[in-house]
């Protein structure tokens, strides 16, 4: 292979190789939104830097109160009353409003279930992920 070929292919790994390491050490965000729809939670995954003051906006365009709670364990659905030991954070979002609460995000990294649904119908229930990781 000529030389610029070889030179340019390593150029190319090492480009590749910087953006796979500066997406393995994402701090995770302290500033996250929640879209609550007739079609549920939007997203249902967030990143956040372990033991951080963390901000939510939460935005409800629906007609029925929600919960949106963070699990300290993982939970199988529907949630039961031997559940609520394990709530970690929980916030209720009144319909038609736009809320910001804050809340200080785990010490352990690791990734914790997020639990949104609405107030009268729990099977409902939809399950996310919050990834907390070391900042």
Same mark, same amino acid.
């Given at each position: 292979?000529?030389?610029? +070929?070889?030179?340019? &292919?390593?150029?190319? +790994? =090492? &480009?590749?190789?910087?953006?796979? %390491?500066?997406?393995?050490?994402?701090?995770?965000?302290?500033?996250?939104?929640?879209?609550?729809?007739?079609?549920? %939670?939007?997203?249902?995954?967030?990143?956040?830097?372990?033991?951080?003051?963390? $901000? !939510?906006?939460?935005?409800?365009? +629906?007609?029925?109160?929600?919960?949106? !709670? !963070?699990?300290?364990?993982?939970?199988?659905?529907?949630?039961?009353?031997?559940?609520?030991?394990? !709530?970690?954070?929980?916030?209720? +979002?009144?319909?038609?409003?736009?809320?910001?609460?804050?809340?200080?995000?785990?010490?352990?990294?690791?990734?914790?279930? =997020?639990? %949104?649904?609405?107030?009268?119908?729990?099977?409902?229930?939809?399950?996310?992920?919050? $990834?907390?990781?070391?900042?």
């Amino acid at each position: 292979m000529p030389k610029k +070929v070889l030179t340019k &292919l390593a150029l190319v +790994v =090492v &480009l590749c190789l910087l953006t796979a %390491c500066s997406q393995a050490i994402d701090p995770g965000s302290t500033l996250i939104s929640v879209n609550i729809t007739k079609d549920g %939670c939007h997203p249902i995954s967030w990143r956040v830097p372990a033991g951080q003051m963390i $901000t !939510i906006k939460i935005i409800s365009q +629906v007609t029925e109160d929600y919960t949106w !709670i !963070i699990m300290a364990r993982p939970v199988t659905l529907p949630l039961d009353g031997n559940d609520a030991a394990n !709530i970690y954070f929980a916030y209720q +979002v009144a319909p038609m409003q736009s809320e910001i609460t804050r809340f200080t995000s785990p010490n352990a990294p690791g990734e914790y279930d =997020v639990i %949104c649904s609405p107030i009268s119908h729990t099977e409902e229930d939809q399950v996310g992920k919050i $990834t907390v990781v070391r900042p």
